[in-house]
């Protein structure tokens, strides 16, 4: 697959350009999947990245972003195809108003290109300006096992078949991205078709430079400050620990009230930006945000 990469530092750029921080651990994983052409699969809590990485990638590659976005009940139709029957309702009138139809040529035509309808699996698989374009198939845990056992073998050879117009392969294959928040186990079948990371926290230095990236406006005391609290958050017993998304929401937040440092009032003021569970919510109101607050800062090095 010809991406102008040529080392894992070159992906390292093309994301940071995209104000993606990529640790080299995650690069590797992300070189070899465009340099051996095999799906990416990333494991990890809600709101690490995992999603960002394939719209960063589209963008620095200049392709073309299509997202599969799972859900519960998903089937291999609602991926693939499905015909566009109101309009293939207003043809079959009007052949009927017409005499002398062939009917044959009519049942060509109405499951013909069309009247077909491609969602993204289908689209993922044909010929795109620019290049192979990168599907992301998002939140694979939330489908079921027989949609994996379809998707395994759909991604095994880049093809799929529609009955009424044969089987259609890729004719490149497109840069695969897969994400699960883990709320249930994906099959070892479909993780061996794949090259597999787990995205993690990121330690402190690294969220520092994260939030650097995404929310620019925000001082470095302030998000010094930010980034040790929530760092302090995710040490607790929560429902819902709070990940890099909800970090760069409230740093943003936080720059909109024109907060310069962090106060056990603006915290509460501000917890629901970045904890979404109201259990979560009070445990961490009042004294606790206080304490929170004060150990966080704390462990702060001089600046």
């Given amino acids: 697959m010809t991406t102008g990469i040529q080392s894992i530092e070159d992906v390292q750029k093309l994301l940071a350009g995209q104000d993606y921080v990529c640790g080299r651990a995650l690069a590797t994983v992300v070189f ?32 073309r972003l299509i997202r599969l976005q799972c859900y ?67 939140e694979l845990d939330r489908t079921d096992e027989p949609f994996e056992a379809f998707l395994m073998e759909a991604l095994s050879d880049f093809q799929v078949t529609i009955p009424e117009m044969g089987t259609i392969r890729a004719p490149a294959p497109p840069i695969v991205i897969l994400t699960s928040n883990r709320t249930r186990e994906v099959h070892d079948a479909l993780k061996r078709r794949c090259l597999y990371h787990w995205v993690d926290y990121p330690d402190a230095a690294r969220e520092l430079e994260i939030l650097a990236a995404r929310a620019p406006g ?13 760092q302090r958050l995710r040490t607790e017993d929560l429902f819902k620990k709070p ?48 304490r929170l607050l004060e150990e966080a800062r704390a462990g702060l090095e001089p600046a």
């Fill in 218 to 230: 925000a001082s470095r005391q302030l998000s010094r400050e930010v980034v040790a609290f929530v």
């Fill in 72 to 138: 519960e009940g998903l089937d291999a139709a609602s991926a693939v195809y499905e015909w566009n029957f109101p309009a293939q309702m207003v043809a079959i009138r009007t052949a009927e108003a017409v005499e002398g139809t062939d009917r044959e040529a009519l049942t060509d035509e109405l499951f013909s290109e069309r009247f077909l309808v491609r969602r993204p699996l289908l689209e993922a698989m044909s010929p795109q300006p620019g290049g192979p374009p990168v599907l992301l198939i998002d």
């Fill in 243 to 290: 990940g890099v998304a909800e970090t760069i929401d409230w740093a943003k937040c936080l720059l909109a009230l024109d907060v310069v440092s962090l106060t056990p009032d603006v915290i509460a003021d501000t917890l629901g930006a970045v904890l979404k569970y109201q259990d979560d919510i009070q445990k961490i109101q009042g004294s606790e945000a206080a």
């Fill in 32 to 63: 070899l999947a465009l340099r051996l052409g095999r799906p990416l699969f990333l494991e990890g809590e809600a709101g690490t990245g995992k999603t960002e990485i394939a719209k960063a990638l589209a963008t620095g590659l200049d392709r």
